[in-house]
């Protein structure tokens, strides 16, 4: 019998791209607490990061991406690369010091 919090291992791997883009971000975000002068350094990573979720969203298949579906595949791709180019044209239209 298997207990409700078990998963098996096919489940586990479709989680690595999920994985793999709160770690860019977690660094990203990161690097902006450790060096508050250099935070345009830190938008570029989260950008980097919405970039690499949109890619594994259009190449990998539904039951693969894991946590990175949201909706249909068209959708989420435009979102996460949409939301990466708003980021990073916020940030560039900022006066720099």
Known sequence: ?????????????DEFPFLIVLIIEVVA???AAAEPAH???AVGGMV???AVAGLFRL?????????LRVRRRGF???C???FGLLALAFALA????
């Open 80 to 82: 996460y690369w949409g």
């Open 48 to 50: 980097v990061g919405l």
């Open 1 to 13: 019998m298997t207990s409700w919090f078990r998963r098996n291992q096919s489940e586990d791997e």
């Open 39 to 41: 935070w345009l350094r």
């Open 29 to 31: 975000i990161g690097y």
């Open 76 to 78: 989420d791709v435009a």
């Open 59 to 67: 190449v990998l298949t539904d039951e693969r991406v894991g946590l």
């Open 94 to 97: 900022l006066p720099q010091r």
